[in-house]
């Protein structure tokens, strides 16, 4: 059924909408830009988004009695960065239709207050002030002083300038320092005069450190996990660090490191409080995470245990009495079975280095080969600072590895002529830094890998391999990132020839090029069944990898809380050497997804296109296309966590 409304009828519907904020512009605004000044107001137009699709019947109302506190707003910001006699006013205008109106703010800004003099005065000793205009980190912030000659005089930022001072002095050992900022304005000459007062106090020696809160941890270990040295000048930043210190015991749930009530003098104590953990913790996980590794197979009821994965661990806290750890954990599906155990050794030398030794027996299976691995990973930990973190391995495996082959009925069997027995030798250097808040969608990191195997000749295989993973986010409004990586690794250096599959590269997958399986991009080779008919390929991996991703994830939780969207762009290539990379070119993956913020971690559904796939990747076999369907293009991730 139709109804035809008349035109008259649709235009006085229109006309008879209320006032509402189309756009918002700021005009006479030269000092400060619209983007800075806009954060201070409450009138915003609506976004394109909603302007397109969901702009039609709820808020952006014109409130003159809004817009009048939003005058005061822009008057009191300028006010309070050295422009006295600002003047704000505004004026609505109507768009293509009468209830669409632009809003526009007419800033006269005048002439702000200029520092006419500066002056800095230390309230101290004569030694105390060499020590103190001899530190760099005070001299730089002299330098950068927002108070100085010909520069506006803004009082906002009185408060910053004060606690930067006063910081800059608890680090040098002043626990008891205040900063203080005075000024004399004259507002008919718009000259200001500017006093920078500091009252260092006694500087002091960390004495004592008070434990409080320990049960079961001897105080002396709780002291010794602070990192303060006993006699070493008071710094807000050994509080701090020595306070992510404490957090960082895997024995202690709270940590809280402050300075008690006493008398200012030469030396200062602290106190620690503390609330420890139980000393014995069991845990175990069951989850859906191997989509990923089905090889190809359609998902049905008799093969859908294998979408299924479990792990446990075990862990006594206090070990030997001396806030060691020692655990033991298992995991299990039908593609990874691994146990072992770990003992941590909290404390090498300082607080930031640690020692892990770390025995396992494994089993994986691989879309083209399997392998038993039992040995013993020995690591060494160093946090340098809460972005950057260095960790040296030494790692001694025994390793079965073997192609598995089908039989006539269909079952897995182990091909004789495939096993292949080895050990591995290898150091490890790894590296992770990150700069800004990654997670929190603004800021990047850097992972240099790299192994050195059989330097000694004491294993099967000699090789060296290096590799680097660089992240970088940007959050592009308040429901948009724009995500990239880069990463790529080459075996640059191998004593035989060929090299173990394990050892090998391999890409693609749901956190590399999604267009392709895990490992499924790069060299394959064909197998046959036991009639010699050909039957598919399988990865051979190879000496160099490289890829990249490009995504932007795009949340809409104002449907379903925690629901986002992600478009995405991979590419990469696997080669057999790093001298034959001009062999293959880059392959690319497009595709989009689904994520969803769970409980325990982002869900996300992704599905990817092979822009540029080689007969291979189609399972094409010498032009008979018998074996290919249209789709072997796509490809289908279920995973948890984001691709990177």
Do not use: C
């Not at 990923?292 to 093969?303: C, P, S, T």
């Not at 080459?490 to 090998?504: C, G, M, N, T, V």
């Not at 449907?559 to 034959?580: N, P």
């Amino acid at each position: 059924m139709f109804v035809i409304v008349p035109l008259t009828q649709v235009w006085a519907q229109d006309e008879g909408k209320p006032d509402r904020i189309w756009n918002v512009k700021i005009e006479g605004n030269s000092t400060y830009k619209d983007i800075v000044l806009k954060k201070y107001i409450a009138n915003e137009a609506p976004s394109l988004w909603k302007k397109l699709t969901f702009f039609n019947e709820k808020g952006f109302y014109v409130s003159e009695t809004e817009i009048r506190r939003d005058v005061i707003r822009l008057e009191r910001f300028y006010q309070r960065r050295g422009f006295n006699e600002v003047d704000v006013n505004y004026r609505l205008e109507p768009k293509n239709k009468e209830w669409k109106k632009e809003l526009i703010f007419m800033v006269v800004e005048n002439t702000p207050i200029r520092i006419d003099s500066v002056q800095i005065v230390l309230q101290t000793s004569m030694r105390d002030s060499s020590v103190i205009y001899g530190n760099e980190k005070f001299s730089k912030e002299l330098r950068r002083l927002p108070y100085r000659k010909g520069k506006i005089f803004q009082p906002v930022s009185k408060a910053q300038v004060e606690s930067d001072f006063t910081n800059i002095l608890r680090n040098l050992g002043y626990p008891y320092a205040e900063a203080e900022v005075q000024s004399k304005v004259d507002t008919l000459e718009k000259k200001a005069s500017v006093a920078m007062l500091t009252y260092p106090g006694p500087r002091a020696r960390f004495d004592s450190i008070f434990v409080e809160g320990e049960t079961t941890l001897d105080a002396k270990y709780i002291r010794r996990e602070t990192g303060i040295g006993e006699n070493e000048y008071f710094s807000d930043g050994v509080m701090r660090e020595a306070q992510r210190e404490l957090f960082g015991h895997h024995l202690l749930r709270f940590a809280l490191i402050s300075i008690p009530d006493q008398e200012q003098d030469s030396t200062i104590n602290v106190l620690a409080r503390v609330k420890e953990r139980s000393l014995r913790s069991f845990a175990a996980t069951f989850g859906i995470g191997n989509y990923d590794r089905f090889d190809g197979e359609k998902l049905r009821l008799g093969n859908s245990y294998k979408l299924f994965r479990a792990q446990a661990s075990w862990s006594y806290r206090n070990a030997r009495s001396k806030g060691e750890l020692f655990s033991v954990n298992a995991k299990l599906s039908a593609f990874d079975m691994r146990f072992g155990a770990s003992y941590l050794f909290p404390y090498v030398y300082n607080t930031k280095s640690s020692i892990t030794v770390s025995p396992f027996v494994q089993r994986r299976i691989e879309q083209a080969y399997s392998i038993d691995t039992g040995g013993i990973r020995n690591s060494f930990g160093y946090n340098y600072s809460e972005s950057v973190t260095g960790t040296f391995n030494y790692d001694f495996t025994l390793n079965q590895e073997f192609d598995v082959e089908k039989d006539e009925s269909g079952n897995s069997v182990i091909s004789p002529d495939s096993i292949l027995n080895y050990n591995i030798s290898s150091f490890k250097f790894s590296v992770y830094a990150r700069k800004g808040l990654p997670r929190g969608g603004n800021g990047f990191t850097f992972q240099p890998f790299l192994e050195l195997s059989g330097l000694f000749n004491e294993a099967t295989f000699s090789f060296q391999k290096a590799s680097v993973d660089i992240r970088g986010y940007k959050k592009l409004n308040n429901s948009l990132v724009a995500a990239s990586r880069v990463s790529g690794g080459s075996i640059y250096y191998a004593k035989q020839d060929s090299l173990p599959a394990d050892i090998r590269f391999y890409n693609g997958g749901s956190s590399e090029v999604r267009g392709w399986g895990r490992q499924e991009l790069g060299p394959k080779e064909a197998v046959f069944d036991s009639l010699g008919a050909f039957s598919g390929y399988v990865p051979t991996g190879g000496k160099a990898t490289f890829s990249f991703n490009f995504e932007l994830r795009q949340d809409v939780d104002r449907f379903i809380k925690g629901l986002s969207f992600a478009g995405f762009i991979d590419g990469g290539q696997v080669w057999k050497t790093i001298r034959t990379t001009a062999n293959r070119p880059i392959q690319f993956g497009v595709g989009g997804g689904i994520r969803y913020e769970s409980p325990i971690g982002p869900v996300r559904i992704d599905l990817g296109y092979k822009v540029n796939p080689t007969d291979q990747d189609l399972n094409i076999y010498q032009g008979d296309k018998s074996m290919s369907s249209a789709w072997d293009r796509w490809r289908f991730h279920f995973s948890i966590g984001q691709a990177f």
